[in-house]
């Protein structure tokens, strides 16, 4: 059973940077086949797509936020990590990581992040 745990700070301030990282227990992050995404969803509104960590390194991002992200991974610690640069109020949501195995998903339960003065 692959269990994913998000961690970070719950408010940043804008203009700054907003870091998250997600523990990965029960799967390693260089498991074949698996993507590693991380994923937000604004008050009131649908999910979004930020990007994902392939398991053999490569990333890909929404085009959208591309100009603002980056996803990477430390393997001897089995997590990977987002930043997401020059945030505004527009980037509180609730941010999630996910696994994604074909047609198995696996998701973390969340953590707010408010971007507030």
């Known amino acids: 059973q692959v269990q994913l745990q998000e961690s970070g700070p719950g408010l940043v301030k804008p203009s700054q940077i907003l870091s998250l990282t997600c523990a990965v227990s029960?799967?390693?992050?260089?498991?074949?086949?698996?993507?590693w995404s991380w994923i937000r969803q604004p008050p009131g509104k649908g999910l979004e797509w930020i990007g994902y960590?392939?398991?053999?390194?490569?990333?890909h991002y929404n085009p959208s936020l591309k100009s603002r992200t980056s996803i990477s991974r430390d393997t001897s610690k089995n997590q990977f990590t987002l930043q997401l640069s020059s945030v505004t109020p527009e980037d509180t949501a609730v941010y999630y990581c996910n696994a994604e195995l074909s047609t198995r998903y696996y998701w973390g339960k969340g953590t707010l992040v408010t971007v507030s003065s």
């Open positions: 960590i392939a398991y053999y390194g490569s990333t």
């Open positions: 029960g799967r390693s992050l260089t498991a074949d086949h698996y993507y």
